[in-house]
């Protein structure tokens, strides 16, 4: 299993453990996400989530050997049970970053109420340069975190951001020494354990009521306008041009 769940002092933490090939994200290691989320909330002894990344990196996001081609707008599908699972949990939710965070791996991070990054980490979404759109409220929720123009950057043109830039524009919580990130979420779940979580859970949902609907619609929309590209034109070469180490050529393949 490339995802391990574990309990430590009330946290559940989910690993996502796949190093070989950069922790990147397939359909059974969404559906085990999926299934560790919802553990994690029916479960009152556990106070807090957390979600690390083993080795030095978080996530490479999705593996775009099974990416092409399969319609992403399935509520079932693991990916989207995964995601709007993360988004409606009652609980504090942890993340704890080393290396890279790609696609999906900042889009979650979204979802977060702490998110550490280690000094050396990067933060990335190129949707845009796969022939595809953000994902899971992310075209809402970066904006409205960064601002405008600065979401123009990430978003469209998929520049990379580096940890202490994504503290100084709102994206984390602290950047920490390299190999720290863990160490310090731990601490801070402690922290939250010590706490009543009937507090935390109706904190948690009133900082978030003014939005959820709309980061409930905007999901469904960017899910719709998701699956409708994959399979394109556009995509096919980002792919094909990715798996030949070549610059894509997009002339002639607009959707």
Request: a neutral charge.
């Amino acid at each position: 299993m490339s995802i391990t769940y574990r309990v430590e002092s009330g946290c559940a933490e989910l690993v996502i453990s796949r190093p070989e090939r950069r922790n990147a994200l397939n359909r059974e290691m969404y559906a085990a996400l999926a299934a560790g989320v919802q553990a994690a909330r029916e479960d009152d002894a556990i106070h807090a989530l957390l979600i690390t990344g083993e080795g030095r990196q978080f996530t490479a996001g999705n593996d775009l050997a099974e990416f092409v081609g399969v319609p992403s707008t399935d509520p079932d599908r693991p990916v989207v049970r995964f995601m709007r699972a993360l988004a409606e949990f009652d609980k504090p939710v942890l993340a704890a970053v080393e290396g890279h965070a790609v696609g999906i791996g900042t889009t979650l991070l979204l979802h977060c109420d702490f998110v550490y990054l280690a000094e050396s980490a990067r933060l990335s979404m190129p949707f845009v340069a796969l022939g595809l759109v953000p994902e899971f409220a992310a075209s809402f929720l970066v904006p409205g975190r960064v601002g405008h123009l600065r979401a123009a950057e990430l978003l469209m043109l998929a520049e990379p951001l580096a940890a202490p830039r994504a503290l100084e524009w709102g994206l984390a919580t602290a950047v920490v020494p390299p190999g720290q990130a863990l160490a310090v979420a731990r601490a801070t779940a402690a922290r939250l354990g010590a706490l009543p979580l009937g507090g935390l859970r109706e904190t948690k949902r009133l900082m978030k009521q003014a939005q959820a609907s709309t980061v409930d619609a905007v999901m469904q929309a960017e899910l719709e306008v998701f699956g409708a590209r994959l399979g394109g034109p556009e995509v096919r070469e980002a792919v094909a041009a990715f798996r030949e180490k070549r610059a894509p050529n997009f002339r002639g393949k607009t959707d």
